[in-house]
């Protein structure tokens, strides 16, 4: 009782090979996965054939197909020895020998010619040299556009259709793909189309791939790779003067104006302004990766690898099976898992890796925070507005420049602190807050500009009718997007 697996190559009989001929002569009955290969009519006569063509018109999907396949194979093998043939290599695509392979452990399998080598033959190309990516339409990985890409097995209009959807994600529409048919048969051919058209036509079978060429540096947009492509070539010799001249220090201000812009497109709302301010924030990012692998410092792997690891350390509970009741037991986790990190580098307060260069109010916002987690906080919401009154009266009493500024700062800290009380992050309701009076005070400028008015010469009342105006028209709710 043996299985035995045989390659019966890309289509043309002269590709089938010396072994898998001699294995099929010998064999007597042959199982086939399927009877439509144009190899199966060239086989010797008097070989009976024995396909599964069947189960795949059974309506399952087609992990359904290959493992009842794969199990009836199997069974046929424990009662006696079996060889089972399949196009192409056993080993290249074939999820019925994969499942085999678990079934029959010791199956022997014979080698055939995959569909590589005809494709390679016809296109003149070296796979080693190209770093060729194989895929199979049915379960696409994740391509990199910088390197070429064979992808099989697509059969029919619909499997095209699903290639060019996913491909989209890493390729622009107007990118020329080739289809290739019957590449190892007289009748081989093939046709160019843009990866937006190529499931225009439904002339697909079940021996037709795609080839996807390699995108060029400036066309490679949607990978992280095409990125750090692009941000080194500028820093090449021949790139930018501009970015050439730039340093750590010197990209300083940037890098904190781009992390403004990405808050001011989480206030507006608007999701295509947050992708390109995450991607002017993501560029600052890659910069330094770049900056820093020129020094022989770090690559932008170990910034990746940092971060990835952190994760995962942190997380226990959701990577080590740590069982934990809620948030504040995750924070809890995390806050010991960091300090352990960090060994004899322990900072002498909770407070110090927290960056002196923050805004003062977000500052306020992580000092209280982490100090929270540390045990550290007010009884209660009682404590903390009994605590502002008393900051407040403070404040009115002070005589003094500087007794005023020294109050008025504890005021803002324990606003800050009944916020958080609150659940509410102090920046972000300070900058609604700005963002309100902007919208009004433009709409107090426009009537003032409509009804001639100078804000200096008005009375109070005055100010008053025109700023409630204002009010009215720039809090009327905006159309929605849809």
């Known amino acids: 009782m043996a299985l035995t697996i045989v390659g019966l190559g890309p289509g043309a009989a002269g590709l089938l090979t010396v072994a898998a001929l001699a294995q099929l002569k010998s064999a007597g009955t042959v199982y086939l996965r399927t009877s439509r290969h144009p190899v199966v009519d060239e086989l010797p006569a008097g070989l009976k054939l024995i396909d599964f063509d069947d189960v795949y018109e059974s309506g399952q999907d087609f992990a359904g197909v290959y493992e009842e396949i794969a199990n009836r194979v199997a069974a046929a093998a424990g009662a006696g020895d079996v060889t089972y043939a399949v196009p192409g290599h056993p080993l290249f695509g074939e999820a019925t020998v994969r499942r085999l392979l678990e079934l029959v452990p010791d199956a022997r399998i014979i080698d055939g010619v995959s569909y590589l080598e005809p494709v390679s033959s ?54 020329e793909v080739v289809v290739l048919q ?89 999701p295509h302004q947050l992708a390109e301010e995450l991607g002017d924030l993501l560029n600052q990012v890659f910069f330094h990766a770049q900056l820093a692998a020129e020094a022989g410092d770090f690559e932008l792997e170990d910034v990746v690898e940092a971060i990835a690891a952190k994760l995962v350390r942190r997380h226990p509970h959701v990577f080590a099976g740590v069982e934990v009741s809620g948030t504040d037991e995750v924070l809890k986790n995390w806050e010991a898992i960091k300090r352990q990190e960090k ?45 502002l009154t008393e900051e407040v009266a403070e404040l009115a009493e002070g005589r003094t420049d500087a007794e005023r500024e020294d109050e008025f700062g504890d005021v803002l800290f324990n606003l800050v602190n009944a916020g958080r009380y609150l659940g509410v992050e102090a920046e972000s309701a300070l900058r609604g807050s700005l963002a309100k009076f902007r919208r009004r005070f433009a709409a107090l400028e426009s009537i003032a500009a409509r009804d001639g008015l100078d804000f200096r010469q008005m009375s109070r009342e005055e100010l008053l009718a025109a700023w409630a105006a204002a009010r009215r028209a720039a809090d009327v709710p905006r159309p929605s997007a849809d």
């Open 182 to 270: 019957d590449m190892s048969l007289p009748t081989a051919r093939r046709r160019e189309v843009q990866l937006a058209e190529l499931d225009r036509s439904s002339n697909f079978d079940h021996l037709t791939c795609v080839y996807l060429p390699a995108l060029s540096l400036e066309a490679n947009t949607r990978t992280m790779g095409g990125l750090r492509d692009i941000v080194a070539r500028l820093r090449a010799p021949d790139g930018c003067p501009w970015d050439r001249e730039q340093t750590h220090q010197s990209l300083r201000s940037d890098l904190l104006e781009e992390t403004y812009e990405v808050l001011a497109a989480l206030d507006e709302g608007d």
């Open 122 to 175: 016809y296109l003149r190309l070296d796979p080693l040299e190209l770093a060729l990516q194989l895929a199979d339409a049915l379960d696409l990985p994740v391509l990199d556009p910088a390197r070429p890409a064979l992808v099989a097995q697509v059969y029919n209009q619909r499997a095209a259709s699903e290639l060019k959807l996913a491909a989209l994600r890493w390729y622009p529409p107007e990118h």
């Open 343 to 387: 060994g004899d580098k322990e900072e002498i307060s909770t407070l110090d890796r927290v960056p002196l260069t923050l805004p003062a109010l977000h500052q306020t916002s992580v000092v209280l925070e982490r100090a929270g987690r540390s045990g550290f906080t007010w009884p209660g919401m009682e404590d903390v507005l009994e605590k």
